[in-house]
């Protein structure tokens, strides 16, 4: 298998469903394991110890609540970005991340040629979304 980076990323008590959102706007199968199932028991025995969403496209995003009796820490430093050329696809999951979220930069062509996108989905979570554009007139130049 070859190496690969996956973003985690960890919430306070709704990764079960940020992962059904993501699952819904990605597709795939979607694995969850509760802190229940590994022997915690009482209060957010329920939340979730670890979750994989296995997408068509061949993304791997992972998540966790954050565990009982740790602090949770929101953070700004980590933006999940989703680039390619199959227009179709990323302005699909661009929809689907943007309901229910808020667009800081509109999904439009730019200045380099390509669109490109910013939003943070209704989870907190920032994405970028780039669509390759067609730089043939730009070699040629």
Not at 74 to 95: A, F, H, K, P, Q
């Amino acid at each position: 298998m070859a190496t690969r980076l996956n973003p985690y990323i960890s919430f306070k008590d709704d990764a079960r469903a940020a992962m059904e959102f993501y699952q819904s706007v990605f597709g795939g199968e979607l694995n969850v394991s509760t802190f229940g199932e590994y022997g915690q028991s009482g209060p957010g025995s329920d939340g979730v110890m670890h979750a994989q969403l296995e997408t068509p496209s061949g993304y791997t995003i992972m998540a966790s609540d954050t565990p009982p009796g740790m602090t949770h820490q929101e953070g700004s430093s980590i933006t999940v970005s989703l680039s390619g050329d199959d227009r179709d696809e990323l302005r699909r999951y661009w929809e689907g991340l943007a309901d229910g979220g808020t667009v800081s930069t509109p999904l439009e062509k730019q200045m380099w040629g390509d669109e490109f996108g910013q939003l943070t989905d209704r989870f907190g979570i920032g994405w970028l979304v780039n669509i390759a554009g067609d730089h043939s007139a730009d070699a040629a130049g």
